[in-house]
């Protein structure tokens, strides 16, 4: 049930395109012991690409730290293509606005800014303090 309710709230956060989604697997209390994988962007990647992304870097498996350390973990990332600052170019940060869904029940929109190198690897990120959509659940 509340994963169907972390879903919903990022549909709605997100006006429900699967584009841009991304998980990290099963929430988990522990620290995950596999090191993400990298994500690389292709360098004619449009919004929708750059989005998926990013999505993916926010949920924990793009290859940056970005949102995943703690206990405030995230599983589950949405972000809109439509929100996506511009195509990267090197060193020039790129941001979408994001649903995203975290370990403890909870779901924020955020705005999440990554940089990528010129071979398309994130190199850095960073997200914003964002707006609570749904409370933590309690456990």
């Not at 993916?56 to 949405?78: F, S, V």
């Not at 972000?79 to 511009?86: A, H, I, L, N, R």
């Not at 403890?104 to 990554?114: A, H």
């Amino acid at each position: 049930m509340k994963k169907v309710l972390a879903i919903a709230a990022l549909c709605v956060a997100g006006s429900c395109g699967v584009a841009a989604c991304a998980t990290a697997g099963p929430a988990s209390s522990q620290p995950s012991q596999a090191t993400p994988q990298l994500t690389s962007l292709p360098a004619s990647a449009g919004h929708d690409a750059v989005a998926r992304v990013i999505a993916r870097i926010a949920a924990g498996d793009g290859g940056l730290p970005l949102l995943h350390d703690g206990p405030g973990r995230a599983i589950m990332a949405y972000c809109d293509p439509g929100t996506v600052s511009d195509r990267p170019h090197v060193s020039t940060p790129v941001s979408a606005s994001c649903g995203v869904s975290y370990a403890d029940g909870s779901v924020w929109r955020q705005t999440v800014t990554v940089t990528f190198d010129g071979r398309g690897i994130p190199v850095a990120g960073r997200s914003s303090l964002g707006t609570e959509i749904l409370p933590p659940t309690a456990g």
